[in-house]
């Protein structure tokens, strides 16, 4: 861990200044964290298995940032209590890092705990399905902040749709395992996310699973 103070001593006019302490850590290896986009949910309803994920491997701690006082969610389990009180929901999923890995960037999702009939309530997937094209991965080349090769992952979504959704890797069309991207944006209308690869070839799919 590297600590920096800036001072100022100040002069015949100006006060001294509070110092300003700020810390980082330098470590072998830098995480992200990716969590799946979570639905609008009915009050009252029952328990969310919320589904999280770091690229280190290392376990991933969730809290409730905001919303109605009777949510709550296991910060290990990542299992999502709703409560029974209607609001905007943020969660916080965070990662401390350990002796080799760098503590990941804090990660926020968004959701909304709705009314039955509300226009923005969730939609099973089937009745979904009907009105709806299934979303497309978009995939792009890109660049991390680090100047590595990555791929730039897009996919349009609707927050009402109540099925999880994932990105799967594969380098042979057989074994796919779950990818961790690193999710650049979140937004009612889309998901952005950053996948770091040095496959020469490597193959991703949107998976959409009614709960």
């Given at each position: 861990t590297v600590e920096v103070v800036a001072s100022q001593p100040g002069d015949a006019t100006f006060a001294p200044a509070a110092p300003v302490l700020r810390s980082f850590r330098i470590a072998e290896e830098i995480q992200h964290l990716y969590v799946e986009p979570v639905a609008n949910q009915l009050r009252g309803g029952a328990a969310v298995q919320v589904r999280a994920y770091?690229?280190?491997?290392?376990?991933?701690?969730?809290?409730?940032?905001?919303?109605?006082?009777?949510?709550?969610?296991?910060?290990a389990s990542h299992a999502l209590d709703l409560g029974d009180e209607a609001g905007a929901v943020t969660l916080r999923a965070f990662q401390p890092g350990d002796a080799v890995h760098a503590p990941a960037e804090d990660l926020l999702v968004d959701f909304e705990i709705v009314e039955l009939g509300a226009s923005n309530a969730p939609i099973a997937l089937t009745v979904w399905l009907s009105s709806n094209a299934a979303p497309r991965l978009v995939a792009t080349r890109a660049l991390d902040a680090y100047g590595r090769s990555a791929l730039r992952l897009e996919h349009a979504r609707d927050?009402?749709?109540?099925?999880?959704?994932?990105?799967?890797?594969?380098?042979?069309?057989?074994?796919?395992?779950?990818?961790?991207?690193?999710m650049l944006e979140l937004s009612e209308t889309n998901l952005v996310a950053l996948m770091p690869t040095s496959a020469t070839n490597a193959f991703f799919r949107l998976e959409l699973e009614a709960p």
């Amino acid at each position: 861990t590297v600590e920096v103070v800036a001072s100022q001593p100040g002069d015949a006019t100006f006060a001294p200044a509070a110092p300003v302490l700020r810390s980082f850590r330098i470590a072998e290896e830098i995480q992200h964290l990716y969590v799946e986009p979570v639905a609008n949910q009915l009050r009252g309803g029952a328990a969310v298995q919320v589904r999280a994920y770091s690229s280190s491997g290392l376990p991933v701690k969730m809290q409730v940032r905001d919303g109605p006082d009777s949510v709550l969610i296991d910060e290990a389990s990542h299992a999502l209590d709703l409560g029974d009180e209607a609001g905007a929901v943020t969660l916080r999923a965070f990662q401390p890092g350990d002796a080799v890995h760098a503590p990941a960037e804090d990660l926020l999702v968004d959701f909304e705990i709705v009314e039955l009939g509300a226009s923005n309530a969730p939609i099973a997937l089937t009745v979904w399905l009907s009105s709806n094209a299934a979303p497309r991965l978009v995939a792009t080349r890109a660049l991390d902040a680090y100047g590595r090769s990555a791929l730039r992952l897009e996919h349009a979504r609707d927050p009402r749709l109540a099925a999880g959704s994932r990105v799967l890797e594969s380098t042979n069309l057989i074994a796919w395992t779950v990818a961790t991207p690193r999710m650049l944006e979140l937004s009612e209308t889309n998901l952005v996310a950053l996948m770091p690869t040095s496959a020469t070839n490597a193959f991703f799919r949107l998976e959409l699973e009614a709960p």
